[in-house]
């Protein structure tokens, strides 16, 4: 499975990259709002740092505003993916941008249906929003057990990647289904990698050679 960080912030990205665990970024208006500087020069920095697909929104809402914006994005870096709303404009518009050889990212998806009218139009990502359904409610992880089986019966090309996650155990649960990526907050990947467990068996290991060293000089490393 890849991992995807959901975040603007350079910081934090450059942090889990130094790890080898950032695929790509994806970003939206409300969390590059959460940052300074200008946009462009924002979404060029995370392209320079990380290695892999990174995710800029056009905020047109008509296709030709938004097919405008996605050529002014793609201009930024070879990586840039487009992300395009889940609105009737924004399929017509996955369609014009990607058959320019820009790669779409659709978003805000709510369902498996629209998630499979997004890979018609052409898209190269889904992005179903898992969390924004567990919060109304509904069973957000559904959405992603069905476009799993869907990509499978039909071959799409497109890649499921869930979004809205708001902990590691949907990270799991779309492992476990095999969804292709998983994009999260920073804190979400920062969890995954502890344990009280591993903690606690760390702090005994570095007791007992620190005791036994000061009981028995001899010992060295
Ligand atoms: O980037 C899209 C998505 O992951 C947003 O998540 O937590 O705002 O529902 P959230």
Known sequence: ?????DTANLASIRKYNQMGLVDGVTTNPSLVAKEQGVFEEIIASICKEVNGPV?????????????????HLAKI???????????????????????????????????????????????SYISPFIGRLDDIGQRGM?????????????????????ASIRGPQHVLE??????????????????????????AGLKKFLDDWNRAKKEKPSLTV
Request: aromatic fraction near 4%.
């Open 142 to 162: 559904e959405v992603i057990e069905d476009l799993v089986v869907i990509k499978r019966n039909y071959g799409l090309k497109a890649e499921i990647l869930v």
């Open 55 to 71: 995710s800029a929104e056009v905020v047109s809402t008509d296709h030709d505003g938004m097919v405008s914006e996605a050529k």
């Open 1 to 5: 499975m890849k991992f995807y960080l």
């Open 174 to 199: 779309a492992a476990k289904l095999g969804a292709g990526i998983a994009t999260m907050p920073p804190d979400v990947m920062e969890k995954m990698m502890m344990h009280p467990l591993t903690d």
């Open 77 to 123: 870096a070879p990586n840039v993916v487009v992300k395009i709303p889940m609105i009737p404009e924004g399929l017509r518009a996955t369609r014009t941008v990607s058959s320019m050889g820009i790669p779409v990212n659709v978003t805000l998806v709510f369902s498996a249906n629209q998630g499979l009218l997004a890979a018609k139009a052409g898209a």
